[in-house]
């Protein structure tokens, strides 16, 4: 096999292996630019942290790859394929993207669980209803999903009923529930007490052990060098530094990131 021929397994195997592309994603909200052609790619079980100040524009990336947010423009491509886009940046192809969307599971801030529905309830409901699961199929993997985030006697409670970090790992079980190619956390303990914190980076950090790809928007630093194989800083809707957790927290390039640093105490 000649030089080219190498060349081009290579290329073709490394796309394979990726589970998410951006590709110079800008977004608008009217004439506030807040994304400035963001482009990032993640291979599979990668676990990518991203960091950066108020503003930055981190949480808007992450709602724009799963089209809570609709991108101005870009690319976004998801186990190779392309969601198809207009020239406005909108969803082009419904039925596409409510398929991809399956394959990019999300955990909020502030958990976004149905409080009028049971833990169990919670995480059967996609499966169920969008995935077109069989209850009973359904209902024995959210229990084992439940368990495995240790929340396993807390099955027929209520969210009201449990603290923010129970509650957070029961949005994590949820987001499991659809075997997605890629997890998207946003900031997924910001809303915790203190004491509250360990419990949910335990289980994240678990999923990464597993080879889970995940994109994760946090401002826990020791956590992200810690887990993370890849971490990118954002400021002000661009990527200012990025590179291995060691690179970019033990010697950092930029002296913006240098100063973030120093503000949040690394």
Same mark, same amino acid.
């Given at each position: 096999?000649?030089?080219?021929?190498?060349?081009? *397994?290579?290329?073709?195997?490394?796309?394979?292996?990726?589970?998410?592309?951006?590709?110079?994603?800008?977004?608008?909200?009217?004439?506030?630019?807040?994304?400035?052609?963001?482009?990032?790619?993640? *291979?599979?079980?990668?676990? /990518?942290?991203?960091?950066?100040?108020?503003?930055?524009?981190?949480?808007?990336?992450?709602?724009?790859?799963?089209?809570?947010?609709?991108?101005t423009s870009g690319t976004i491509t998801v186990s190779g394929e392309d969601v198809?886009?207009?020239?406005?940046?909108?969803?082009?192809?419904?039925?596409?993207?409510?398929?991809?969307?399956?394959?990019?599971?999300?955990?909020?801030?502030?958990?976004?669980?149905?409080?009028?529905?049971t833990l169990l309830e919670n995480v059967i409901e996609v499966p169920v209803y969008?995935?077109?699961?069989?209850?009973?199929?359904?209902?024995?993997?959210?229990?084992?999903?439940?368990?495995?985030?240790?929340?396993?006697?807390?099955?027929?409670?209520?969210?009201?009923?449990?603290?923010?970090?129970?509650? *957070?790992?029961?949005?994590?079980?949820?987001?499991?529930? /659809?075997?997605?190619?890629?997890?998207?956390?946003?900031?997924?303990?910001?809303?915790?007490?203190?004491?509250?914190?360990?419990?949910?980076?335990? /289980?994240?950090?678990?999923?990464?052990?597993?080879?889970?790809?995940?994109?994760?928007?946090?401002?826990?630093?020791?956590?992200?060098?810690? /887990?993370?194989?890849?971490?990118?800083?954002?400021?002000?809707?661009?990527?200012?530094?990025?590179?291995?957790?060691?690179?970019?927290?033990?010697?950092?390039?930029?002296?913006?990131?240098q100063q973030f640093l120093k503000t949040v105490g690394w």
């Amino acid at each position: 096999m000649g030089l080219d021929d190498n060349l081009a *397994q290579e290329a073709g195997q490394n796309t394979a292996d990726e589970a998410i592309k951006v590709t110079d994603l800008h977004k608008s909200f009217g004439t506030l630019e807040v994304l400035k052609g963001v482009s990032l790619t993640a *291979q599979k079980g990668d676990v /990518v942290a991203i960091i950066g100040g108020s503003g930055s524009g981190k949480s808007t990336l992450l709602r724009c790859i799963n089209f809570l947010e609709t991108p101005t423009s870009g690319t976004i491509t998801v186990s190779g394929e392309d969601v198809e886009m207009r020239a406005d940046g909108s969803p082009a192809n419904r039925r596409q993207l409510e398929r991809i969307r399956t394959r990019l599971a999300m955990v909020f801030q502030a958990f976004n669980l149905w409080t009028h529905r049971t833990l169990l309830e919670n995480v059967i409901e996609v499966p169920v209803y969008v995935l077109k699961m069989p209850r009973a199929e359904a209902i024995k993997k959210a229990k084992v999903l439940l368990d495995r985030v240790g929340l396993g006697d807390k099955a027929e409670t209520f969210p009201s009923f449990l603290s923010g970090g129970q509650q *957070q790992r029961a949005a994590i079980a949820r987001a499991l529930a /659809v075997d997605p190619s890629v997890m998207l956390f946003d900031e997924p303990t910001s809303a915790l007490d203190p004491e509250l914190v360990g419990e949910v980076l335990t /289980v994240i950090r678990d999923l990464a052990a597993e080879g889970r790809t995940m994109l994760l928007v946090t401002h826990e630093m020791k956590f992200a060098r810690e /887990v993370a194989t890849h971490i990118i800083y954002l400021y002000e809707g661009r990527i200012e530094e990025q590179g291995p957790p060691d690179a970019v927290f033990g010697n950092p390039k930029s002296p913006r990131l240098q100063q973030f640093l120093k503000t949040v105490g690394w």
